[in-house]
């Protein structure tokens, strides 16, 4: 089996990347002869990552393409396919040019299975299926994109649902999300495959706990809550900004580390850590091997998501890998992950999709005063972790549907 990957790379920021490396390192495992990743980007980059190829290509860059007569018989293919399905004039250019660059990385590599990630990335795959027929398999894999794109999608719900039905299979990461494509009158089966985590790259928490905490110069007396994601309104970031000063009015030492990659309230984190300097640790795009000690420093992970966002999130789960209570909201497919008052503590948003800030600082401060509660929720979330959420699981789930649909 070789395999083609369209989708964002590398990790470590963004639930996708995360999970196609670890599908690769389980595909090298399960002795898939080739793994090429093609992540449409800014540059024109070939290079070997974790045991694929990985072409980065720039649809800009590589805009020359339409002017090479020998594309132009996919012309009369790309009219008939997507006319009528309200494609602005960009977007058949990016169809076009993302066609040419997929269709030709499928012929130099002879692949037989294709893997693409979000749909509203993904329009060009009508294009590539009327290319390839039965030769070549489409596996395409939905996440909240039908909620975080509603303007751009909604619109386009027939293309959607052509998609849908002309895609080999279709997988989504929570129940949640392949729900929300019966909004547009999805009717076609989507399987749900939880995106998983290694259970063993969380295995030495206690080891790490004690040297990490000292190394950021955090009290040992000290409760230390982990904000694990971009720094955006989406994550509910906002929130956490907002009541942490209430929080260390309390008794609780509190130390707070926001880590994750870049977003629009950088400096307003910042802002806030000049007000609390000794209380606050801002660690923009870490590398991939420190979030296992900054679990290990951690007592408490707040994942305060607003409105429908989270399709579930990735840091949850590495959190309950890591034996970490979770206190979150209830957006999106959050509850498929934290059972209240077992594994953590759900909030539910209020009416407007906001948080209840209220309640999360009441949750914290209750936590945070009960030790007990917390190595409950702690063991639970461990044994949950292994259960439904392990990396193997989902390489076993996925690698399924790939054997399933390969034509080879």
């Known amino acids: 089996m070789n395999i083609l990957i369209i989708g964002p790379y590398p990790p470590p920021y963004g639930g996708i990347s995360s999970l196609i490396r670890s599908l690769v ?13 093609l992540f449409f980007g800014k540059k024109n980059k070939i290079r070997n990552v974790d045991g694929a190829i990985v072409y980065e290509m720039s649809v ?24 009528g399905k309200n494609i602005s004039f960009r977007d058949y250019l990016n169809i076009f040019i993302r066609t040419i660059l997929t269709n030709n990385l499928a012929k130099k590599h002879n692949i037989n ?4 990630y979000q749909s509203d990335t993904s329009l060009h795959l009508l294009l590539c299926k009327e ?29 959607l649902l052509e998609m849908l039905n002309k895609s080999d299979a279709v997988i989504s990461s929570s129940c949640y999300c392949a729900n929300s494509f019966k909004s547009i009158g999805n009717e076609n089966q ?26 950021l110069g955090v009290k040992e007396s000290a409760i230390v809550l982990l904000f694990m994601g971009r ?36 400096d307003a984190a910042q802002e806030c850590k000049n007000s609390y300097p000794d209380k606050m ?10 979030q296992p000690s900054l679990y290990a420093a951690s007592d408490l992970l707040l994942a305060p998501s607003r409105d429908k966002h989270a399709c579930m999130g990735v840091s949850i789960k ?69 259960e439904i959420f392990s990396e193997e699981e989902t390489l076993e789930k996925t690698f399924a549907v790939f054997k399933k649909h390969d034509p080879s």
Request: aromatic share 8%.
């Open 231 to 266: 720094f955006n309104k989406e994550m509910g970031l906002q929130g956490i900004l907002e009541i942490f000063p209430s929080l260390l009015k309390g008794k609780v030492d509190f130390h707070l580390i926001l880590a994750g990659a870049s977003g629009e309230l950088v």
């Open 25 to 37: 390192d389980g595909f090298k495992r399960k002795k898939v002869n080739k793994v090429v990743i």
């Open 318 to 386: 590495e959190a309950m890998a890591a034996g970490v209570p979770v206190i979150a909201s209830d957006s999106g497919g959050i509850p498929e992950a934290v059972i209240n008052n077992e594994t953590g503590v759900i909030i539910p948003l209020q009416e407007d999709g906001e948080n209840n800030l209220t309640e999360f600082e009441h949750a914290i401060m209750t936590l945070s005063l009960d030790e007990e509660i917390r190595k409950k929720f702690a063991v639970n979330s461990l044994q949950r972790a292994k």
């Open 131 to 159: 290319l390839w027929g039965k030769r070549i398999s489409i596996i395409l894999t939905v996440f909240g994109e039908i909620y975080d794109l509603a303007d751009y999608l909604i619109p386009k719900k027939n293309l």
């Open 113 to 116: 299975t294709t893997s693409f």
């Open 60 to 83: 800009l860059k590589n805009s020359w393409q339409i002017l090479n007569p020998l594309n132009w018989s996919l012309l009369p293919s790309l009219v008939k396919i997507y006319s």
């Open 190 to 215: 989507i399987d749900v495959i939880y995106v998983g985590v290694s259970i063993s790259r969380f295995s030495n928490i206690d080891i790490l706990r004690d040297s990490y905490r000292k190394n």
């Open 281 to 290: 640790t801002i660690m923009n795009d870490i590398s991939f091997d420190i």
